[in-house]
């Protein structure tokens, strides 16, 4: 029986994290499937780190970043490019990940090619269309272009009915994330030394990189980080800063030169979640880093006034601060001096996986497709 071919199809750092695992699970079942892989490389550098780290070498690879790009012409170079390799491949699904541009625009190509479209983190939703920007319109496209969903959590499941997607193609698998995740922190130990922090010190890690707080929140997150570290002596913060000149920009003029603040490279995802375990608390605006933390037993505060993973506030271990520089360095306070809230925050279950997601897509893929 010939094999089922599927196309893979990722750009960005959190894609190739979240399409490492489920990757790697397909070239397991070759005697069934047949893997083949296509990055767009939306991202260059940190998608480089992470198809280095799980050894993923493309059988395509776009090539497509530019400097600061834009929306539209990153939209028609995905479309453009991936139309190319489908006619090439002619693959029986296309699975992308979440909610990206490379995800819309490969999805929307695959549509147009009339080739089944499998998405991975299917569900998520704010109901805010400009929020986040432009990543909640992108899934709610994606999921209407695609014909399987795998959702990571009932609430992802219920969006989708509420979307109208017939329920006989909803399936629940929990978040690939944790198969990363866990992968990573089991195999792949790695050692913080060159980053020369100071471990008499509580760590706080910071990431932000969302282009809804560009500008403004992002200074008013600089300034909470510089009030903080000026009231409590006994912290550090450490912020890889993501590559987009956006956040470059504000980061560096606001925080650079601060001997309690260190602004490093984005880190490969080994190292990174190394440091996720080393740190006390995560301040974030990242979506993986608020699956991720939970495993780990770290409160999380996320830089946003709303989420689309609402199962974490629900479960205790993520609060929303937003981007008011008075109510971070409050809530930020209140788990520095307060050991029940910090404990309460720190002791909840991950609600995001088990870390069998990738095995359940695949099962799916032959079983059910
Ligand atoms: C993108 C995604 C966002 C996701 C984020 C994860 C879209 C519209 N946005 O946002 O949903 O949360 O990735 O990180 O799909 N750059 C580099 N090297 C790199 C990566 C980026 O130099 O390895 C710089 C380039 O100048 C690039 C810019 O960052 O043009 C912006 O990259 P882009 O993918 O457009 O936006 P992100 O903010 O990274
Ligand atoms: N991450 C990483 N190195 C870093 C910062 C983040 O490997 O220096 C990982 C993090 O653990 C998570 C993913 O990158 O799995 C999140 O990516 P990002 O924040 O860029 O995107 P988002 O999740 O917001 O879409």
Same mark, same amino acid.
């Given at each position: 029986?010939?094999?089922? =071919?599927?196309?893979? #199809? ?15 699970? &397909? ?36 090539? &497509? ?27 029986? +699904? ?107 010190? $509580? ?29 409590? /002596?006994? &912290? ?12 470059? $920009? ?27 375990? $080393?740190?006390?608390? +995560? ?14 037993? =770290? ?43 910090? /404990? =309460? ?18 099962? #799916? ?5």
């Amino acid at each position: 029986m010939a094999k089922t =071919k599927v196309l893979t #199809i990722f750009g960005t750092r959190p894609e190739a994290i979240k399409m490492a695992p489920l990757v790697k699970e &397909i070239e397991k079942n070759s005697d069934t499937l047949e893997s083949i892989v296509c990055v767009t490389a939306q991202h260059r550098q940190i998608l480089d780190q992470v198809l280095e780290l799980f050894e993923i070498k493309p059988d395509f690879d776009l090539d &497509i970043m530019k400097n600061n790009q834009n929306l539209w012409s990153l939209t028609s170079d995905v479309l453009l490019k991936t139309k190319e390799v489908m006619e090439k491949v002619k693959p029986d +699904i296309v699975l992308v990940h979440g909610d990206t541009t490379t995800s819309m625009a490969a999805a929307l190509s695959a549509f147009y090619a009339k080739i089944p479209v499998g998405h991975v983190e299917a569900g998520l939703r704010t109901f805010d269309k400009y929020y986040p920007f432009p990543e909640e319109i992108n899934r709610v496209f994606t999921d209407s272009l695609c014909t399987y969903h795998f959702a990571p959590t009932d609430k992802a499941c219920e969006n989708l009915v509420k979307s109208q997607i017939p329920k006989t193609h909803i399936y629940k698998t929990g978040n690939t994330v944790i198969d990363a995740l866990l992968y990573t922190v089991n195999n792949k130990k790695e050692e913080l030394k060159e980053l020369n922090l100071n471990n008499d010190l $509580k760590i706080i890690l910071l990431t932000s990189h969302r282009r809804e707080n560009f500008g403004k929140p992002l200074e008013e997150i600089c300034k909470s980080v510089l009030e903080l570290v000026k009231r409590n /002596k006994d &912290i550090q913060f450490v912020y890889p800063v993501h590559p987009n000149p956006n956040v470059q $920009k504000t980061v560096n003029e606001f925080l650079y030169g601060h001997d309690r603040i260190h602004l490093i490279k984005p880190l490969e995802y080994a190292q990174f979640c190394t440091l996720m375990k $080393k740190s006390h608390i +995560i301040l974030t605006d990242s979506g993986g880093v608020q699956e991720e933390a939970p495993s780990l037993g =770290k409160p999380v505060l996320v830089l946003r006034d709303t989420t689309e993973r609402p199962e974490a506030i629900e479960h205790g271990t993520v609060k929303l601060a937003g981007t008011d520089k008075n109510e971070i360095i409050s809530l930020v306070e209140e788990l520095l001096q307060n050991p029940q809230e910090y /404990k =309460k925050m720190s002791e909840a279950v991950n609600p995001y996986g088990d870390g069998f997601a990738s095995k359940r897509i695949v099962e #799916i893929l032959k079983n059910s497709i």
